[in-house]
């Protein structure tokens, strides 16, 4: 397998250069990794990273057309991602599968994209990517609909969502946690990941300001990671007086496992947009179920609906703080049913998200498509 990716220093791995091609490539874990120098921030403007994302295609191009393979595999987001895809299944034949992590243009358009032509370019890549593959692969059942509502009846798609980390996000890794602003007897909610506009932070800030209104100083949320809204959030906290709140930096993933594991819950967050309901499949879900802490979930959708029907956690509707504020105060109140919903948290992620059993079908897919 050749993996072909962005900037690697972002991802902390150590690749030779090979200046003759200007990229770095080398072995990691027994996979043949091409990094491209084209770094990337949530923080980027719109233009920025679409820039990015094409330059990448484009390269990405190149390589599909030069090296020796049997099959080739796009995964998006981006959309852009579906280019070299199809240059690979149009100008050599090979065989192409096509995973979808978010519906384009959807999403964008949800967001309040507008731009009739950016939005005209994603649905005609979504659409050539969906007639041209051999099969796709969906993260969702929102987003498996989706592609069923634009591709041929005959396209097998394969729904197979982000998996566990069972090994690195783990219930014996937790510890009492040392961030700075935490005292030995507050309860620490805790959501990792980018701090960006799908993410509707603001919602958490929301709840902090009616904490603040009970009177109630145990409970701290904790934010780690970055994005583009960081300093915006962390300032309205501050002007605010927001003292539950505590902001810090991203961490390596290695660190983040026991970091996950030590919260006493897991903020699962996004803006209210229907389109994410059961259309998206967030990370931070499978990590912190592996880390057997309950999950408070603040909109609707399937993962709201793992939540209850397994009692892992709690959700709230979106844009009701005193009601989030209540869950967050019932969970610290009752050490009882933490340790239940976070002990069901870690079943659910073991028997349906372990990502072991999830690449058996992955690998499954993308072999019935070579043979």
Known sequence: MTVVCGAHKQSGLELPYVGAHDWHRGQVDGIDVISLPLPYSNRDSLLRRGWVFLRFA???????????????????????????????????????????????PELPRALGLRNPFVLGGMSLLEFLGYRSADACVGLSPGIVEGIRSRASASLPIAMIPNGCDLDLFHPSRRTRISLPGIGPDDFVAGFTGAHGVANGLDALLDVAQELKRRGDQRVKLVFIGDGKEKERLAARAAEAGLTNCLFFPPVPKAELGAITASLDCGLMVLKNVPAFYYGTSPNKFFDYAAAGIPIINNYPGWLADLIIENQAGLAVPPDEPAVFADALQKLAGDTGMCERQGANARRLAEDRFSRNRLAESFSEALEQVAR
């Open 58 to 104: 484009l390269r990405s191009v190149r390589l599909a057309l030069g090296l020796d393979y049997d099959l080739v595999f796009a995964t998006s987001t981006p959309i852009t991602a579906v280019i070299p895809g199809l240059a690979a299944k149009w100008f050599r034949g090979k065989p192409f599968v096509f995973e979808v992590r978010d519906l384009w």
